[in-house]
């Protein structure tokens, strides 16, 4: 059979392999050491992108240099640049670069992260930082969980097996009801829905003056329900909403969680590694009284996507809710102290999301990751001095772990459809400018500008300069 080929035709030789891994490494290096010489986004159209870059595959193959050209100059400008100094919108993630050396490792070795027994090394490193995690929040040992995709999937993990608890036949899906703050994410209202829980049953508990929900209300909602024959099981508490940061009461949920028997989850993914300095560790104060907490480390843990985390007071009951043994995976069943990650969430599949983390983190030590998220607290804490220092602006919500909002409102102004267009009008013109990326909301229906100083590179002096664009846009609408 001498056209049997002898290696595979995927396989390249190693000469090959490192010309083309030095040559990414320099790119990547190359654009982080640039962020601040670039636009902070830049976005087309689909009908522009699609003229762009869109069409049939290669047959016969392409030169690597010649895709390498094609993504930098159509693919790779059209982004928002999210650990660029100047991305104030949103929460951002700005990852350091041994947290993406981590991802390009996971890769390389392709790490089958699902069944303890086919990466043990790699998932007892997944253990490991989850206990790190946990003891950061004060929550018990032997608390367990798993990396996810992002916050959504953890909140999705904790609601499903909160469910599973409360109901392990799926009997009374249709009477259970959930709790949540009119503040909370989108991602916990679609995580009722996806775990079946009808959506008239999604339960949006009123806020208080800062944001925070008002547990009286909480107290009221479940014993109504009881009442009229509902089946009140979880809590979704927000340890820092997206919108201004705000934490609900955590204790008093608590409480009322152990009172009335409920899950009790928090969905922390925006504020939760702030507890790491002490006065985020103060105002989440309750945190570790979680069944199960959300985390997001692609955000405030400096790790590129995707990346979250679910942690589980009784990890048993993640098993509980999402082991299934079938004949196929009968060699791979968890012994003793093992763990299945595939056990514990949605995915069988997964990869090592933990490596990433773990080099980063080993590689500063947590002080210097404590003290990078202390500066941006600070950040936030300044431009809310700046603004507030001058006449024409006024403050909506206070600095709260690195996010603030306000609006401008110069006297005499003072129909409330003409300030949501002014500052509308003001978002619109400094994103213009492509300089820096900022993001609006709406708090108590009044529109808002709002900051967000997580992005490691960022500067007091950066808050200086969107300071001085902002007022510059009032400058130029009045
Ligand atoms: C970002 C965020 C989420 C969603 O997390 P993803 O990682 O985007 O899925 C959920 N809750 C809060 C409070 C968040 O800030």
């Given at each position: 059979m001498p056209d049997v080929p002898l290696r595979s035709n995927l396989e390249l030789d190693d000469a090959t392999m490192r010309h083309m891994a030095r040559r990414v490494a320099d790119l990547v290096v190359d654009h982080l050491g640039s962020l601040r010489d670039q636009p902070a986004q830049q976005s087309l159209s689909r009908h522009d992108t699609e003229s762009l870059i869109a069409g049939p595959p290669s047959m016969d193959g392409r030169d690597f240099e010649n895709l390498i050209a094609f993504l930098q100059e159509r693919v790779f400008p059209y982004h928002a640049r999210e650990p660029h100094p100047h991305f104030m919108g949103y929460i951002p993630s700005s990852p350091t670069f041994p947290a993406v050396v981590g991802d390009w490792l996971a890769a390389g070795y392709?790490?089958?992260?699902?069944?303890?027994?086919?990466?043990s090394g790699p998932n007892q490193i997944e253990l490991t930082v989850l206990d790190w995690f946990r003891s950061w929040l004060g929550m018990p040992a032997g608390t367990g969980g798993l990396l996810t995709s992002g916050g959504s999937t953890a909140t999705l993990t904790g609601v499903v097996a909160a469910r599973h608890a409360a109901d392990p036949a799926g009997e009374n899906t249709h009477q259970l009801t959930l709790y949540t703050s009119e503040q909370a994410h989108s991602s916990v209202q679609r995580a009722a829905w996806i775990a079946g829980i009808p959506r008239i049953n999604v339960r949006s508990v009123a806020t208080d003056d800062s944001y925070r929900l008002r547990d009286e209300l909480l107290r009221t909602a479940i014993s109504d329900d009881r009442a009229a024959g509902f089946i009140p099981f979880l809590v979704v508490a927000s340890a820092g909403t997206t919108n201004t940061g705000a934490v609900d009461p955590l204790n008093a949920i608590a409480d009322i969680c152990a009172g009335e028997r409920l899950w009790m989850h928090v969905d922390a993914a925006y504020a939760g590694f702030a507890a790491l300095t002490p006065h985020g560790a103060a105002a989440l104060d309750g945190l570790g009284r979680a069944d199960s907490v959300t985390l997001d480390p692609h955000k405030w843990l400096f790790v590129p996507f995707e990346c979250g985390c679910l942690l589980a007071r009784e990890p048993r009951k993640l098993e509980e809710a999402f082991s299934v043994h079938p004949e196929y995976l009968t060699d791979v069943r968890a012994r003793d102290q093992d763990v299945n990650f595939a056990d514990h969430g949605e995915q069988l599949t997964r990869s090592s999301h933990a490596l990433k983390i773990w080099l980063s983190l080993q590689y500063f030590g947590v002080s210097q990751i404590r003290e990078a998220i202390a500066r941006g607290i600070h950040r936030a804490e300044y431009a809310e001095r700046l603004f507030a220092a001058h006449r024409d602006f006024e403050i909506l919500s206070p600095a709260q772990f690195g996010v603030v909002c306000f609006r401008a409102h110069p006297p005499g102004v003072d129909d409330a459809a003409e300030l949501d267009e002014l500052n509308e009008r003001i978002n619109t013109r400094v994103n213009a400018t492509g300089r820096f990326l900022i993001s609006s909301t709406k708090l108590r229906g009044r529109f808002s500008l709002r900051l967000c100083t997580q992005v490691h590179r960022m500067t007091d002096a950066d808050i200086d300069e969107v300071y001085e664009a902002i007022v510059e846009a009032l400058r130029r609408e009045t």
């Open positions: 392709n790490f089958f992260a699902g069944v303890w027994s086919v990466a």
